[in-house]
């Protein structure tokens, strides 16, 4: 049709990459193909946009980041006076035209009047929030898909309070993006230094976590490919875990993953080399970040070879350890959400804390968390996602992979000093505040698409033979704002249920609660709370796609 011509020519136009230009001049003769690639926009969603590298709207290529920015910027400066002058901090990783989206985004915001802080070199993605909050800016923009395959990149946004963005934000930007000036200014962009703000980045962690006396702990560590490597490594040699052991083949930053195909630590197959080389060193611990350094997995060596620990059950330990090591300038208070272990939540009631549940995603998280600060004056402690995700404190209003490595390794340091390990604190909580186990499954195709409504339609009575207490509907926005998510409260626990925000999947969450009267048989209370979490999921898995 000569209206997609029409909308591929204006494209081509303003596409400044050779790469993407040959790409559409291509498209242009395969209708088909040109029109899937015109089909609409990249949703601006999770804090940003994210997509397969290619031309056309649908895809992530410099003139997508372009009209982007322009959105970006003309939102930013109705809604923040100074933002011209406070700038905007610009950061990027090492994937494939991270660099070029970066120079691209800098550009436009220097074209639109507004002062780009662009890094000098690439960054993990806790870089942008903690620059933002340094420097006072007016916002970050990182560049990054964060754990996706190879083929993906993305822009992520954070506002002048450092957090990710939150509606209302992202639908205003969405529908102010547009072509901006052809007319770049060249030149005259302002380059962040990477080590100055690291060496500030690091200071603040040493204020966090104090350096030790040297500790013996052996730990290996996988950047995945990405960018983490350098500055976890200096995180943790200057709290005094020289003992340092790198994944040698992932160690420098590659945009292709060559060792993995998929290089998000929650896989299994990501932690296979990590994993053999700690067996082949006899490490204590493993730390493994993704490619852009905000997400941590954690493993933890036994008897019986290494333990993968769960987002649950870091974050319970991490949760528990600021909580009971840990003093704050006023009462803290801890954040998770809905779909992670409620065991936090027990913990911090015992313990007499303020517990809040937020939506899933850290920009629930540090909007709940920046709420709570300003209106009742308590101290955010920590917030955490079961999908690996750790947040301790206020310099960083994101999860932060290379401070909860360091983090990590003091708590096992602590708990070797004590005669214990990560496994046998976990197993002391677990004894006292009860055994939560937590089970996920999936549902794919078109029986995600109407699962939600046949839910609501006709809601179980009992799953897997549990009663059914309560529904709590999140599309009502009564508790939290207005979400696509059910939970249904059991006599054992609790199943969440939610379609994914990116593809036709529907995703299930189990928890389940079993009392251990002692330790001595905490093993078996933990196989059976597991095995009927993994129970529960499936039922619902069955009955959705049923």
Not at 107 to 125: E, M, Q
Not at 353 to 374: D, H, M, N, P
């Amino acid at each position: 049709p000569q209206n997609l011509n029409d909308s591929a020519q204006r494209w081509l136009l303003a596409d400044p990459d050779p790469d993407t230009q040959s790409e559409l001049q291509l498209l242009l003769h395969q209708p088909d193909r040109l029109a899937d690639r015109f089909a609409g926009e990249l949703d601006f969603g999770t804090a940003g946009i994210r997509g397969v590298l290619g031309a056309g709207p649908t895809c992530m290529n410099r003139v997508v980041v372009a009209r982007a920015t322009w959105g970006i910027v003309q939102h930013l400066i109705a809604c923040i006076q100074d933002a011209p002058q406070r700038g905007v901090v610009v950061g990027f990783d090492a994937r494939t035209k991270s660099l070029a989206f970066a120079q691209e985004t800098a550009s436009v915001l220097a074209a639109a009047g507004v002062r780009a802080l662009l890094f000098d070199a690439t960054v993990p993605t806790p870089m942008v929030p903690f620059a933002v909050h340094y420097l006072h800016a007016a916002a970050g923009i990182m560049i990054t898909a964060s754990h996706n395959p190879a083929q993906y990149n993305g822009l992520k946004l954070y506002w002048d309070n450092g957090a990710q963005i939150a509606p209302p934000h992202d639908q205003a930007i969405a529908k102010l993006r547009s072509f901006p000036p052809r007319a770049h200014p060249s030149g005259h962009v302002p380059l962040l230094s990477s080590p100055e703000l690291q060496r500030a980045y690091l200071d603040t962690l040493g204020h966090l976590c104090p350096p030790r006396p040297s500790s013996s702990l052996r730990i290996v560590y996988t950047p995945l490919h990405g960018v983490g490597g350098p500055l976890a490594r200096a995180a943790l040699t200057e709290a005094g875990f020289h003992n340092l052991v790198m994944v040698r083949e992932q160690e420098q930053p590659d945009p292709a993953f060559p060792t993995v195909a998929f290089p998000n630590p929650e896989e299994p197959a990501t932690l296979t080399l990590a994993l053999q080389t700690a067996t082949n060193v006899g490490a204590d611990l493993i730390l493994a970040n993704d490619p852009d350094a905000d997400r941590l997995a954690v493993a933890v060596a036994s008897a019986n070879g290494f333990v993968v620990l769960s987002g649950n059950d870091v974050g319970v330990l991490l949760g528990h350890a600021m909580l009971t090591e840990r003093s704050w300038p006023s009462p803290p208070f801890v954040v998770a959400t809905v779909v992670s272990s409620p065991m936090l939540g027990k913990i911090a009631r015992a313990l007499g804390v303020r517990y809040e549940e937020t939506l899933t995603g850290f920009k629930w998280i540090a909007t709940r968390a920046l709420e709570v600060e300003q209106q009742e004056g308590l101290s955010f402690a920590f917030g955490y996602e079961e999908a690996l995700g750790y947040a301790v404190g206020t310099s960083v209003r994101d999860k932060d992979g290379i401070a909860a490595a360091l983090l990590v390794a003091d708590l096992a340091a602590s708990c070797a000093a004590r005669g214990e390990t990560l496994l046998t604190r976990l197993d002391s909580i677990q004894h006292t505040y009860g055994v939560f186990a937590s089970a996920q499954a999936t549902v794919t195709g078109n029986a995600a698409l109407v699962a939600m409504d046949r839910l609501r339609a006709a809601p179980p009575t009992h799953i897997a033979g549990y009663r059914v207490r309560a529904i709590c509907d999140y599309a009502t926005g009564t508790r939290l704002p207005a979400s696509d998510v059910l939970a249904f409260e059991l006599d054992c626990g609790r199943v969440t249920v939610r379609p994914s925000g990116t593809e036709a999947k529907l995703k299930i969450y189990a928890d389940v609660l079993e009392e251990a009267p002692c330790k001595a048989n905490g093993a078996v209370f933990r196989g059976r709370a597991q095995s009927n979490a993994e129970v529960l999921a499936a039922t619902v898995a069955a009955l959705v796609a049923g």
